[in-house]
């Protein structure tokens, strides 16, 4: 009889412990959900030790990974190619921009003291050394942090366009969430013609480095690979980064109600190295 | 017990770590297996309702400060998981791995359509189906594929473990 109360006794216990942890999980959640919240240094402490080994794995990983690549080529010819590519990138950026430059003479003439925003910043450069642990998200662990200069909502870019932004910071890594997470939106324009629109992040396209356009409104012309950029609005991207480009226009119940597809400029499964707008003042 | 908290931290870092770098290499359809769910179930059913809560609690902690959205997702997720596995599986043979393959199987489905309903279905995308076939199930095949080689582990450690607390009762 005795030990049958014990036992209720100790299942109360438990139920209740469960019942506990459960609420400050719950407060947890909340206090979290929003940003800047104080309890980020728990999880400082525990990425400060992680990330080393992540890094060591990461680039092992990417080691391994190119290793294999070289058997049925010549790897001289393979680090030719790649040196190219990256001066194709560079030239592509800059083609990108000289265009941009183009197109965006005659507003400037307009309005003589809008300064480039770009140039206003410090490129901190870092590499990715983890991923996400799931296979819903697409946050992404990168090897510079606060004490390098990144900060919460720091801007992340690659040669080719935006990346994302900075989530949390710790003191020698930051998470970045990327556009094409689910819980990322940026307000974009197009290029052609400065209207405003969103580029969010959508679950079904991430996998193939897509995101989704939405907000344009009936009256915009819009096609297929139209440039889309940030637009300034909100206060974290600056204005003119290179988003990507429409991919595919889709009509939902009629032609007013639409919204498209983007193909972003930054090539998500093969990113390795990005970097971290610091604004310079 | 200070040899059983050691076995499952390591065992918690290391599915981590695995799953946030290497495994990005063997994506199979840019699915990865999630070893840590395997990690949690194979505990819980190994070790009972209240260590496979704890496990599971810790694990999901983990989860959430490398993840990095908001903490206590994971956490809530993995202790209840950990203390569901634990309890409704007393009286079934617990080292017997066909049960623990087909749990795995079962519980990353219910797992992953959790994770899925909070942190995706709330957001608007209502199309369960599509990501069931993409996401849900591959995901839930890998995993069993991956608790052969999990749970080989954890029997193997728990085991050893126990011999050891034997043979220092004995004395």
Redesign the interface.
């Known amino acids: 009889m005795k030990g049958g109360r014990n036992v209720l006794h100790l299942l109360k216990k438990?139920a209740f412990l469960?019942l506990l942890?459960?609420i400050v999980?719950?407060?947890?959640?909340g206090i979290?959900?929003r940003n800047n919240s104080k309890?980020g240094w728990?999880?400082n402490l525990?990425?400060t030790i992680?990330s080393p080994?992540?890094n060591a794995?990461?680039f092992?990983?990417n080691k391994?990974?190119k290793t294999l690549s070289y058997f049925d080529d010549n790897k001289k010819i393979r680090e030719e190619n790649e040196k190219l590519k990256k001066r194709i990138d560079e030239l592509e950026k800059e083609n990108e921009e000289l265009k941009e430059l183009k197109t965006r003479n005659d507003m400037l003439m307009e309005a003589l003291n809008i300064k480039n925003q770009l140039k206003e910043f410090d490129y901190i450069s870092a590499n990715i050394?983890?991923?996400?642990?799931?296979?819903?998200?697409n946050?992404f662990?990168i090897d510079k942090g606060s004490t390098h200069g990144v900060n919460n909502n720091s801007v992340v870019v690659s040669s080719k366009g935006l990346v994302g932004r900075v989530?949390?910071s710790g003191p020698f890594s930051a998470?970045v969430i990327s556009i094409i997470d689910?819980?990322s939106a940026v307000s974009a324009r197009l290029t052609k013609n400065r209207r405003y629109v969103d580029v969010k992040g959508?679950?079904?396209l991430k996998?193939k480095g897509l995101c989704k356009m939405y907000n344009i409104q009936p009256d915009i012309d819009v096609a297929v690979g139209d440039s889309v950029e940030t637009s300034g609005i909100g206060g974290i991207f600056p204005k003119g980064i290179k988003i990507g480009e429409v991919k595919e226009i889709r009509q939902v119940n009629n032609e007013l109600d639409r919204y498209a597809i983007i193909e972003p400029a930054v090539d998500f499964n093969m990113l390795e190295d990005v970097f971290v707008l610091k604004s310079k003042n | 017990m200070r040899s059983r908290i050691a076995f499952a931290a390591s065992g918690i870092i290391i599915c981590l770590l695995l799953q946030t770098t290497i495994l990005e290499y063997i994506k199979i359809n840019n699915i990865k297996p999630n070893l840590l769910l395997v990690f949690i179930v194979s505990v819980a059913l190994l070790r009972g309702n209240i260590e496979g809560a704890v496990n599971g609690f810790f694990a999901g902690l983990m989860w959430d400060i490398v993840s990095g959205k908001v903490i206590g997702f994971y956490a809530l997720l993995g202790m209840y998981l950990g203390l569901i596995v634990g309890s409704l599986n007393k009286r079934i043979y617990r080292d017997n791995i066909f049960v623990a393959l087909f749990f795995t199987f079962s519980y990353s489905i219910i797992f992953e359509t959790v994770v899925y309903f909070f942190g995706v279905f709330l957001k608007g995308n209502t199309d369960f189906l599509n990501f069931f076939t993409k996401i849900i199930f591959p995901e839930a095949l890998y995993n069993t594929a991956s608790a052969i080689l999990i749970f080989f582990i954890v029997v193997r450690a728990d085991r050893r473990i126990n011999k050891a607390q034997k043979l220092l009762r004995k004395y």
């Open positions: 438990k469960v942890v459960t999980l719950f407060i947890a959640i979290t959900s309890l728990f999880g525990f990425n992680v080994v992540q794995l990461t092992t990983g391994v990974d050394i983890a991923k996400d642990p799931g296979n819903w998200f946050v662990t989530l949390v998470k689910i819980d959508d679950i079904t996998d």
